[in-house]
């Protein structure tokens, strides 16, 4: 087990192995995967979410592909490995961008075992990306909340965050996260307002957990608590995720990430999304338009699991017959955003200040 890190390769085994976010808080578990299958039922079932970990989960999917080739055309073969985890989830731009960038790194002038390795070493190199990518983005949003903090004469710093953009949505340390922990570690007082994040709850159950985990102070907060908190001062930041951006600076996160801005604008609240140039879709100029949200089963809506008598289980918590609606992502126009924060540094929400930042994508 690579201590903080949320998916590894196990060279003994010769298996890729992650947490099953599943399960958290409740328990700890690490699952292996063999193969391209299982390497997108664990994205499918979300086993692991969150955009990067999806990408790099992909990544290594692509390989397990390779690895457990048995004859035909390899390239071929290659190809539907690729459209298959494709059709996993369809928001988070990251599973796309790997399975392309897998796809370029093989070619039939190589033999296969020659291919595998190529795909083995690109899973890899993705995964140490995006541990950089994510030290980058907490270097660069350090700085926002230094600089609060010195406003504020050291008295904590209040962050709200929307899902999990924390390491269990990265390799480590996350997106949205990674400037609190790099804050907490340089001993800036923060303190973070944790949206629960309805149907799934991964605010409630997984950056909560990880945040504790950390020792940084935080609390859990209904939904809907985040617009009153932001109209009596207790919110001095919000920094969310994305799972997909597109060339203007529309960010695509998890639902109900778009009226935490509307609140945050009325507000004066600073609002940032945090996100790796991996989350970036170089071809979109309009999200609300263009990004696909994925809608998802409805029993996440009508059905909670919790605990209960030491027990995980799941109760039903609307009438047996309505109907439900599970939107997994919302837009967040660029307008409602105060900036970007990448590995390249902080830019506004347009497509001027995301080209200064990334010149060879002109
Ligand atoms: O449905 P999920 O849990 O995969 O959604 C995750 C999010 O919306 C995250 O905020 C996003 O992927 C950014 S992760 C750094």
């Known amino acids: 087990m690579q201590n903080s890190q949320t998916i590894w390769f196990n060279r003994r085994k010769n298996l890729v192995e992650t947490i099953d976010q599943r399960h958290l808080p409740f328990r700890n578990l690490i699952v292996e995967i063999r193969t391209l299958d299982e390497a997108r039922d664990a994205i499918s079932e979300m086993i692991v979410r969150g955009a990067p970990l999806i990408g790099v989960t992909a990544a290594y999917g692509m390989y397990l592909a390779g690895l457990n080739f048995s004859g035909g055309d390899f390239m071929e073969e290659m190809k ?23 796809l370029a790194v093989v070619s039939g002038q190589y033999s296969v075992p020659e291919n595998i390795q190529l795909l083995f070493r690109y899973a890899e190199s993705l995964r140490q990306r995006e541990i950089d990518f994510s030290r980058n983005i907490g270097l660069h949003g350090l700085e926002l909340i230094r600089a609060i903090s010195e406003k504020k004469n050291r008295q904590p ?30 001993g800036i007082p923060v303190h973070v307002w944790v ?13 909560a957990w990880e945040l504790g985990e950390a020792g940084i102070p935080h609390t859990v907060i209904p939904d809907n608590a985040g617009g009153h908190l932001m109209q ?18 529309d960010v695509a996160n998890k639902i109900g990430t778009y009226l935490k801005a509307l609140a945050a604008a009325d507000n004066g609240v600073p ?19 263009e990004i696909p949200i994925e809608q998802r089963d409805g029993r996440e809506v009508s059905v909670m699991e919790g605990m209960w ?9 609307i009438p047996e017959k309505s109907p439900v609606a599970n939107y997994g992502f919302d837009v967040t126009p660029a307008r409602l955003l105060t900036g970007l924060i990448t590995e390249r540094g902080i830019c506004r929400a347009t497509r001027e200040g995301i080209l200064n930042l990334f010149p060879e994508k002109r």
């Open 80 to 102: 539907r490995a690729g459209d298959w985890l494709k059709s996993s989830r369809p928001t988070a731009v990251n599973l796309a961008f790997a399975v392309d960038e897998a």
């Open 157 to 186: 710093v209040q962050v709200l965050t929307h899902c999990n953009a924390g390491r269990l949505a990265c390799v480590e340390l996350g997106t949205a996260t990674a400037p609190i922990y790099l804050a907490h570690e340089a």
């Open 195 to 207: 949206d629960e994040t309805r149907p799934r709850n991964q605010g409630a159950r997984l950056t």
């Open 232 to 249: 009596h001062r207790m919110v001095d930041l919000v920094i969310v995720g994305s799972d997909r951006t597109t060339l203007n600076g």
């Open 271 to 289: 609002f940032y999304a945090a996100l790796p140039s991996t989350t970036i879709d170089w071809a979109l100029n309009d999200g609300v338009a």
């Open 309 to 317: 008598n030491n027990e995980v289980c799941e109760f039903r918590i």
